[in-house]
């Protein structure tokens, strides 16, 4: 089933979302989130995520039989930027990704951050089936359920892809691994996860009313819980972003920097705030960053500049000036350093 998105989810609109889910009898279990054990901060994640939006998205069900195999990677259909996610209906199947086998079961979710090469399949030696190739050209006005074999499908399998513009502040993208593979079978049955798998699969089998949109936002819920759970649940690092907001004497200063990006930050303003000498601040930017202080504010400044030209109708002159440029060329060729296009084809891109 295809939708595109024209209305951005973060975390700020997750509450109505899960209202909406209700309306559509979202399993019990649903209205209450538990809240995650941390393991890292949570302030810059949420910041982070709060920022993030669901630019468009598109679904299919895949329905096979039998043994069989698929190259999962290739896919015309698919944008470059793209998201791609698998999640499991029925069944129990396997995935293979770099040079390694792994199981995946019914309820799991894989989410694949940059179109990694993997293949998935029952069995061994069976035909290849290429869903994506097979999708009736759209538009679509129902779900396209590709059906592969005349007995009953044991394995289900709901694949598509997300557009989100998570991956465009650098130093959180570098974060993202490859593949991320979750299970929402818990052993005393509580993921409040597992409930929203359970209701996409409803809407799939028992369309009704306002499916296409409930669908499109349970998923990227989904999507956007995943990630989350990457990063709170992350292993300890010893470089990289999640590295950095580990380590008090830099999570303070990103802090500052996330929560008043417009301040007219210098190196010897930042440092002061974080208690630390200007070289001692930048030593350890550069050693867990890989980036001084104050190119991570720029960053941090064009990710929301580019979240500005993709929604508002703000002038890119008003955005330069928002962004603590001083003039609308210098915010321009920034820009198009920072993400490989200028503000105005940018926006056009997105529009």
């Not at 990704?97 to 951050?113: H, N, Q």
């Not at 929203?196 to 936002?217: K, N, T």
């Not at 001084?292 to 000036?321: D, G, K, T």
Request: aromatic fraction near 8%; hydrophobic fraction near 40%; charge should be negative.
């Amino acid at each position: 089933m295809v939708w595109f998105s024209t209305v951005g989810l973060n975390m700020e609109t997750l509450c109505g979302v899960l209202e909406m889910a209700d309306m559509a009898k979202v399993p019990e279990g649903l209205a209450e989130v538990p809240k995650i054990e941390e393991a890292v901060p949570h302030a810059l994640i949420s910041d982070v995520l709060r920022h993030t939006r669901i630019v468009s998205s598109k679904q299919f069900c895949y329905n096979p039989t039998g043994t069989w195999r698929t190259d999962a990677t290739p896919a015309p259909y698919k944008p470059k930027e793209a998201i791609g996610f698998h999640i499991v209906a029925n069944g129990t199947l396997w995935l293979d990704y770099d040079g390694a086998r792994r199981t995946l079961s019914e309820g799991d979710i894989v989410l694949l951050p940059f179109g990694a090469s993997h293949w998935i399949g029952v069995g061994e030696g069976g035909p290849i089936l290429d869903p994506g190739g097979d999708l009736p050209p759209p538009p679509w006005d129902k779900i396209p359920v590709m059906r592969y074999g005349d007995d009953e499908a044991e394995v289900r399998i709901l694949c598509g892809y997300v557009i989100s513009d998570i991956k465009d502040f650098a130093p959180f993208r570098s974060q993202l691994p490859e593949l991320i593979h979750l299970s929402t079978q818990s052993p005393d049955g509580d993921d409040w996860l597992a409930a929203i798998v359970a209701q996409i699969i409803a809407e799939v089998d028992r369309p009704q009313v306002g499916s296409p949109q409930v669908l499109e936002r349970l998923t990227e819920i989904a999507l956007l819980e995943v990630l989350r759970r990457q990063f709170v649940r992350s292993p300890s690092q010893v470089v990289g972003w999640v590295a950095a907001i580990q380590d008090q004497r830099l999570a303070n200063c990103l802090e500052n920097i996330h929560n008043s990006p417009a301040r007219n930050w210098t190196l010897t303003k930042l440092a002061s705030e974080a208690g630390q000498s200007k070289s001692s601040l930048s030593a350890n930017f550069r050693k867990l960053l890989d980036m001084s202080p104050m190119q991570y504010l720029r960053q941090w400044r064009l990710f929301i500049a580019s979240q500005e030209l993709r929604r508002s109708n703000e002038s890119i002159a008003e955005i330069a000036f928002k962004s603590c440029y001083g003039t609308e060329a210098a915010f321009s060729r920034a820009f198009k350093s920072c993400f490989g296009a200028s503000p105005a084809a940018w926006r056009e891109r997105y529009r």
